[in-house]
């Protein structure tokens, strides 16, 4: 634990172990020092209706501090302000959480505009007053106001701003200002904040982090331990005690030295011991004198009275009278004492004092009295009175604008030096607002912030020592402001006419013209607001001609009266700009290829005109500029038969502008061909015939086409001229559906047209099926393959006929799909020949028949397995068949998919066979068949597969640029080679192969790329040309980080610029990710950074952060990060000040060095009283060794 923490800590303990002493002493004397506190909220559109929910949850949040509510601890009020103020809370209006918090939700929110000035001076004036809750008349009361707004004050220009603040801070307010988002403006915030500004003023980037402001309201507890009492002062000479402090003071003689608490001899006079005077004569050195009338005695330094009448020191005329330090004269009966004081004389009438002040011989035996200026004798002629205070009279007024005056009145002939001020009072004649009293001396007094066109009363008295006078009223009105209403006329595309009436009122110096479009209510809140045009002129002025408008738009304006720098009641109106309409279009002609627009005019004088024709089919637009005094046009190299939309806009200029019409329309069809009327006759299986009727144009030549309905469309296409109405098809398609069509072409304007196609479909008779082959035989039936007949087919029929003398034929039954079928009969007679017929049936229709003849099998082998797999080798096992006649030999045939079928001749009497030198993991079918008197058995047939030859690749090591890999060795003693391909997921066409050795499990590929996934496989090669399963991995090579170290620029407060360098790789990085932060916060990370650099703005001056840096590259691989840190430049108030900052540390130097002599001197106080208190010895006995006699804190300082 260092010093500082260890005196905190001390400083704690002791704090404690004093407010015990102190409630010990003195009673328990601590109590929350009551608040009133004011919200100002901003109601004004940008806040939005979620963010001011926020804000009031922030309020409520606040609230939650303070344990009790109410007028005798601490009251809350909230106003909020847009366009105009508005008191949601006043501050006595509730005396418990439960009610504030329910009328806190209750607030609904004004969504207008930003008038922070005037909440500013409503806060003031009414919010911290006492008809509003305010506690004006209790000294202990805290008044603290907290604005939070997010944006600029629309009324900062009018000084508001800058005027209320002072006003609410000279009044004793203290301000928070708490700024939200990009727009409040910063300038204001400081402004508006207390002093010190860093405590004061709080800025965030959203409403959302509004909950981490934390006002620091809460050090609101005084003790108030009369220190003076407890004697825990160290005044050398005199304490007195302060509520929650004390101060030190000295003796008459005596002067505080800086310190605050020592006191010290003016000079060395006044620790002497001199009974009287005592005169400095040298440093440290002094002597006494006595005044007239005593004398020193023998010490030297002791006055004793000289006794004037005894040692006949006097000038006495009859009778001396010795006195202390003097002697006094006096006279025998009869006679009187002089002025002189020493000669007697015969006595007079005034020696009997009968005046209250001034005595005068007016002769002989008589006398008469006399009062100062001030005063009067009264009824008695021997006493004074004072004189009544004067009347005011004469007041007037003079110099009175709109919000100020000047009053001043006269005293007549009475002497003003006996006059000690006036009460000069003046309030508003309708009873609003409060009384404003002045005490001054003159007789004159200025009347400031008045209301323009208000009646004011005011008063005026004379006060004296003993009396105040009876008032001289008088009343005045403030100068008027005037009002204007105003006209908007004349629209045009551009312009409007503003016209507004003369405003009234005093002093007239000009008018301020605002226009701007009006803003639709429905895109309130997108986009930056219109701009307002502001225009001044002067007063004789009540006409202005508004241009730079845009058409078909409505414009709101506003006229405001300015008398210098007020403004009078503005006058609105709203207009919309002229628009141009849309001319009337018609299509008065068309053709095969033409088509004719024509239109009226607009109205206004056109310069030209933009037509643009559509074609409704093919989209395709063609735009042509036409002459402005042109109303017709016609549009060459159309299509027939096409309905064409024509558009037509009108272009107007208006002061040097260029504006476009609305559009008009027009639609129009191009005259068409007819369609020839076709019939085909005469087919067969490859011919077509076809003939054709004229169209309704005269045809310059015919085409014909013929194409098969339904498929790939083969089109054969023929010309034929135009007198002949018929043409023949050769070589078609058998039982193939055609389709036939007619086209007449026509010529018009050296352009050919097309008819729509006349159109018939025929059917081409069927075609028989071809090359039918016996494909599979059994004992008792027959199987034969055919494929399909050319043409189309609805299906196929078969039967099979025995060559015997019955010939007895079987239905066969037809499978297959195009173009391969199967028929197959069932139930035959083994070893039997048999002819087997099929033919085609389409639509009903049948072609010719084609045969083939087989003859059926003799009985075949039984119950073919294959055991003891291997990865190279199967063991095929069988029955011989049913029947008596002994087998010749057997043939076995076996093969796979990846090796050529290879047969094998057993001999009859054997029914085993050992498959060997197969690939392994590979299925294979094996076949048997018997061979008896020279025919050939159906075969048996089976399938087994050899067992798996384990190949698993494993990826050892990766790099930027090279894979390492490794595999298990192949367990087949016929393995030739491996192969190992490798390619990159993010090109499959590019792929690289590697053959390796069979006595070889490892490889390393090089060359790569960074960054890159690839696909690795590998399959073993067999002596037989065939190869294993193939075994494969998916791998990533490392990604290139950014070539560091971190560079760090352009730092600022709240902001720094990072750089790197972008790394050096084939494969370029798709983006940056950038972390930062700062100890002890939350960091923050920055997606898919294009430069290779980033400005982090919105940073904490003075505060260090961490920014970490990686490259993301394509298929979303990163790399490894690089780091650096970087520290924000100090915020220093006037910028960035070296001298403010060593001053800023300076000071708080003094603070600690503070605290540290308080806990010393607490740990005095707690020694002497640690018998009593029982502390434990950690307590008692620290910082015994350095024990200074300071104060607990400065004695000029509150608590």
């Not at 504030?100 to 607030?107: E, W």
């Not at 310190?259 to 400095?280: H, K, M, R, V």
């Not at 369609?675 to 003939?691: A, G, H, K, R």
Request: aromatic letters at 8%; proline letters at 6%.
């Amino acid at each position: 634990m260092g010093w500082y923490s260890q005196a905190i800590r001390c400083a704690v303990i002791c704090s404690v172990v004093y407010m015990k002493l102190a409630a010990s002493d003195n009673g328990d004397n601590c109590h929350a020092r009551p608040l009133d506190l004011v919200f100002v909220l901003d109601g004004s559109r940008s806040v939005l209706p979620r963010n001011f929910q926020l804000v009031k949850g922030y309020v409520k949040n606040f609230t939650t501090i303070f344990h009790n509510i109410g007028p005798e601890t601490n009251q809350i009020g909230v106003v909020q302000y847009g366009s105009v103020v508005r008191e949601e809370i006043r501050l006595n209006q509730f005396d418990n959480k439960r009610d504030l918090m329910n009328a806190i939700d209750n607030i609904v929110y004004m969504q207008t505009g930003t008038m922070t000035g005037e909440a500013l001076k409503f806060m003031t004036t009414r919010s911290f007053s006492k008809a509003h809750g305010a506690r004006l008349d209790n000294p202990m009361v805290h008044r603290i106001a907290v604005i939070i707004t997010d944006g600029r004050s629309q009324d900062y220009f009018r000084g508001t701003v800058t005027q209320w603040q002072r006003t609410a801070k000279e009044s004793g307010i203290e301000i928070y200002s708490i700024g939200i988002g990009r727009k409040a403006n910063a300038q204001e915030l400081t402004e508006i904040a207390s002093k010190p500004t860093a405590e004061h003023k709080f800025h965030v980037r959203n409403f959302d982090a509004i909950h981490m402001i934390d006002v620091n309201v809460h050090d609101t507890t005084i003790c108030d331990v009369d220190e003076c009492v407890l004697e825990t002062h160290n005044c050398s000479q005199r304490c007195v005690n302060t509520i929650g402090s004390y101060r030190c003071d000295c003796y008459d003689t005596f002067s505080l030295q800086p310190d605050g608490y020592s006191c010290f001899a003016n000079d060395p006079c006044l620790s002497a011991p001199c009974s009287d005077t005592c005169i400095s004569v040298a440093p440290g050195s002094f002597r006494c004198e006595c005044p007239v009338g005593m004398r020193l005695d023998f010490s030297a330094v002791n006055c004793v009275d000289l006794e004037e009448c005894v040692e006949n020191e006097h000038d006495c005329d009859q009778i001396c009278i010795n006195t202390h330090r003097s002697y006094e004269c006096d006279c025998r009966y009869g006679y009187t004492l002089e002025d002189d004081g020493r000669t007697c004389t015969k006595m007079n009438p005034c020696l009997a004092d009968p005046c209250s002040h001034s005595c005068s011989v007016e002769s002989p035996g008589t006398f008469v009295c006399s009062c100062p200026n001030n005063m009067q004798l009264d009824h008695s002629e021997v006493n004074c009175i004072a004189l009544p205070a004067p009347t005011p009279s004469n007041l007037r007024f003079s110099r009175i604008t709109h919000t100020s005056a000047k009053a001043s009145w006269e005293i007549g002939d009475y002497d003003e030096r006996f006059i000690s001020h006036y009460l000069f009072v003046y309030t508003r004649a309708d009873g609003e607002g409060e009384n404003t009293l002045l005490q001054i001396t003159d007789r004159s007094a200025d009347l400031v912030d008045l209301d323009p066109s208000v009646a004011y009363n005011v008063s005026v008295r004379a006060a004296t020592q003993e009396d105040l006078s009876r008032p001289v009223t008088g009343a005045f009105t403030a100068l008027s402001l005037g009002d204007t209403v105003v006209t908007l006329s004349n629209p045009t595309l551009t312009t409007l006419t503003a016209n507004w009436e003369p405003a009234g009122g005093h002093g007239l110096t000009g008018y301020e013209i605002r226009y701007q479009r009006k803003m639709d209510p429905s895109s309130a809140g997108v986009g930056p607001p219109p701009v307002a045009i502001v225009r001044l002129v002067g007063a004789d002025t009540h006409q202005l001609l508004l241009t730079g408008l845009t058409p078909n738009t409505p414009y709101a304006v506003k006229v405001i009266p300015l008398y210098g720098t007020l403004s009078g009641t503005t006058g609105m109106d709203e207009e919309k700009t002229d628009r141009l309409g849309a001319p009337k279009v018609n299509i008065v002609n068309t053709t095969l290829s033409s088509l004719e627009a024509a239109w009226g005019n607009i109205s206004y004088a056109v310069s030209a005109w933009t037509a643009v024709i559509t074609s409704d089919i093919t989209g395709q637009t063609r735009s042509v500029k036409i002459s402005g005094d042109m109303n017709e046009f016609r549009f060459n190299d159309l299509l027939p038969s096409t309905r064409y939309s024509v558009q037509l806009t009108g272009h107007v200029i208006e002061r040097g502008e260029t504006f476009d019409s609305l559009a008009g329309s027009a639609t129009g069809v191009t005259q068409s061909l007819n369609q020839p009327l076709v019939n085909i006759t005469n087919t067969t299986q490859s011919t077509l015939t076809v003939d054709w009727r004229d169209i309704n144009c005269p045809v310059d030549y015919w085409t014909v086409r013929i194409f098969p309905k339904g498929r790939n469309r083969h089109v054969e296409t023929v010309e034929v001229d135009a007198n002949e109405r018929t043409t023949t098809f050769q070589q078609l398609r058998p039982a193939t559906q055609y389709v036939v069509e007619v086209i007449g072409h026509v010529r018009e304007n050296g352009k050919t047209f097309n008819s729509d196609p006349g159109r018939d479909t025929a059917i081409t008779m069927p075609a028989p099926p071809n090359n039918i082959r016996v494909t599979d035989r059994g004992f008792t039936y027959l199987v034969a393959s055919f494929r399909s007949s050319r043409g189309d087919a609805d299906r196929y029929e078969a039967e099979c006929v025995a060559s015997t003398p019955d010939k007895t034929a079987v239905i066969a039954t037809v499978t297959g799909d195009p173009p391969n079928y199967e028929i197959r009969c069932d139930g035959l007679k083994p070893a039997t020949n048999y002819t087997m017929f099929v033919w085609t049936i389409y639509r009903d229709m049948e072609s010719s028949h084609v045969s083939t003849v087989n003859k059926t099998l003799s009985p075949a082998p039984r119950g073919l397995t294959l055991l003891e797999p291997s990865p190279t080798s199967l063991l095929a096992q069988w029955l011989p068949p049913q029947m008596d006649n002994d087998v010749i030999e057997y043939h076995v045939t076996y093969h796979s998919s990846l090796s050529d079928t290879q047969t094998v001749v057993v001999p009859g009497y054997l029914n085993t066979l050992l498959l060997e030198d197969l690939i392994p993991s590979t299925w294979y079918n094996v076949q048997v068949t018997a061979v008896i008197n020279g025919e050939h058995s159906q075969p048996q047939t089976s399938s087994g597969k050899t067992l798996d030859d384990v190949i698993l690749l494993t990826i050892n090591g990766v790099d930027y640029y090279t894979i390492n890999v490794s595999w298990t060795m192949s367990r087949a003693e016929n393995t030739q080679h491996y192969v190992l391909t490798i390619h990159p997921l993010s090109k499959q066409n590019v792929v690289a192969e590697f053959t390796v050795s069979n006595n070889t499990n490892m490889f390393t590929f090089r060359d790569l790329s960074s960054a890159t996934t690839y696909r690795i496989t590998l399959v073993a090669v067999y002596s037989s040309s065939s190869s294993s399963n193939e075994s494969s991995d998916t791998v990533t090579t490392l990604a290139l980080p950014p070539i560091g170290p971190l560079a760090f620029s352009d730092l600022t407060e709240s902001s720094f610029l990072v750089s790197w360098m972008v790394p050096k790789s084939d494969v370029v990085p798709s983006s940056y990710v950038v972390t930062y932060s700062s100890p002890g916060s939350v960091p923050l990370t920055m997606q898919g950074v294009i430069n290779s650099f980033l400005l982090l703005e919105e940073l904490v001056p003075e505060t260090t952060y961490n920014v970490t840096v990686f490259a993301r590259y394509p298929g979303n691989s990163k790399s490894n990060s690089i780091t650096g840190t970087a520290t924000t430049l100090s915020s220093i108030p006037g910028g960035c000040s070296c001298r403010a900052y060593l001053k800023t540390q300076a000071r708080m130097h003094d603070t600690v060095f503070q605290l540290v002599q308080q806990i010393q001197v607490l740990s005095e106080r707690i020694d002497q009283l640690s018998p009593s208190l029982n502390l434990p010895t950690e307590i008692n006995g620290r910082n015994r060794r350095s024990r200074k006699t300071h104060p607990t804190r400065s004695p000029v300082e509150g608590n």
